[in-house]
Nanobody
Framework: VQLQASGGGLVQAGGSLRLSCAAS????????MGWFRQAPGKEREFVGAISWSGSYTYYVDSVKGRFTISRDNAKNTVSLQMNSLKPEDTAVYYC????????????????????WGQGTEVTVSS
């Protein structure tokens, strides 16, 4: 599985960005997909996850109501819509795929995922 994240950039506080993650593989629709971020000097942090069908999503409290994850299984893509961005959202954002059997979407730690994209940088200026 190969993941390619894109869509990062520089945006002013209060603005929006949409990140995309394109995945290879014929079984993409079976994967739980997650988004993580890593700010300079900090550990990689869970942002949110989406079920294989797209019916269920889960977010870290700090982004609830501002970020939305969606997926298009026909196109093998997952997206992260980020609104009302804050300077503290500045980080490199990574998409990740969990290809192991998944009983839920509550996989909050990096070792829970099997494949990672290369990351896309988001900078929010104040």
């Amino acid at each position: 599985v190969q993941l390619q994240a894109s869509g990062g950039g520089l945006v002013q506080a209060g603005g929006s960005l949409r990140l995309s993650c394109a995945a290879s593989g014929r079984t993409f629709s079976r994967y739980v997909m997650g988004w993580f971020r890593q700010a300079p000097g900090k550990e990689r942090e869970f942002v949110g996850a989406i079920s294989w069908s797209g019916s269920y999503t889960y977010y870290v409290d700090s982004v609830k109501g501002r970020f939305t994850i969606s997926r298009d299984n026909a196109k093998n893509t997952v997206s992260l819509q980020m609104n009302s961005l804050k300077p503290e959202d500045t980080a490199v954002y990574y998409c990740a795929a969990r290809t192991r059997s998944s009983a839920s979407i509550y996989y909050l730690n990096p070792p829970d995922y099997d494949y990672w994209g290369q990351g896309t940088e988001v900078t929010v200026s104040s």
